[in-house]
């Protein structure tokens, strides 16, 4: 579908703004009045190759500040790692204090230290006012809620989250796509619609921003869409459904 869009206009000026007012929040999320054009040659950042996004530098202090010692044990390490995360969760100074540093030295990737890994939108779109992160579900029946290191970290969010580090100004944006069902696939399902609602919840929303400030965390609750169906958007941009060949 994207791969249609990008194809159909690389600016993105036909197809953008209908895209970002087709959310269930369209009434009450902040859209920029003007999305502006895409980057130039912009990626198809989707399908086989989703842009991965970089866990903010807060939120991994925050981690290895806070981690428990219920998720240690549950966390299946061993050795070594086992040994320092088990310290962390201890507040065991002198490992925090190696942690930290070795966070604010720019190190990443499986260390003991790291505790969020990348984040991937299955969709990733941006312009000079705007970065958009899509979440795309198919088969499943409701989104992902949690991380191994916490207990709730909604996935969309987790996207505009990391989303937030290279935005630089521009607007975050998220939007949830799912199947609608075949007697009605232009509404999104009751079920669905529910889990879009969560994501702004506090309860779901607060822990899994747990690094942000109480305005940080808003304007990322305002850039949330909502949920629309896949079948939807292809009507809308007269795209056959689906729009290749079926492979679930």
């Not at 989104?143 to 989303?163: C, E, F, P, V």
């Not at 949330?224 to 729009?243: K, M, Y």
Request: glycine letters at 8%; aromatic letters at 6%.
């Amino acid at each position: 579908m994207f791969d249609h869009l990008l194809q159909s206009d690389s600016s993105g000026t036909s197809w953008l703004t209908t895209l970002l007012h087709l959310g269930s929040r369209v009434n009450s999320a902040v859209i920029p009045n003007h999305p502006g054009e895409l980057v130039a040659d912009h990626p198809a950042y989707w399908g086989r190759n989703e842009r991965p996004l970089q866990p903010p530098q807060k939120l991994l202090e925050w981690l290895v500040q806070h981690v428990s010692e219920e998720a240690v044990a549950r966390s299946g390490d061993k050795g070594e790692t086992l040994g320092k995360r088990e310290a962390l969760a201890h507040r065991d100074p002198a490992i925090l204090k190696a942690a930290l540093a070795r966070l604010r030295a720019g190190e990443r990737g499986r260390q003991w230290f790291v505790l969020e890994g990348e984040s991937f939108p299955d969709a990733f779109v941006e312009t000079d006012t705007l970065v958009l992160v899509v979440e795309g579900k198919r088969t499943e029946r409701s989104t992902t809620t949690k991380t191994k290191w916490m207990g709730k970290r909604s996935q969309l969010i987790r996207h505009m989250d990391a989303a937030w580090q290279i935005a630089v100004g521009r607007a975050v944006l998220g939007l949830l796509l799912v199947e609608g069902e075949s007697q009605a696939p232009m509404s999104v399902p009751g079920h669905w619609s529910l889990a879009s609602d969560e994501q702004l919840k506090p309860g779901l929303l607060f822990p899994s921003l747990p690094h942000r400030t109480k305005e940080e965390r808003q304007a990322i609750a305002d850039g949330v869409l909502g949920v629309a169906t896949w079948q939807r958007v292809c009507n809308e941009f007269s795209i056959d459904w689906p729009p290749v060949q079926d492979s679930v």
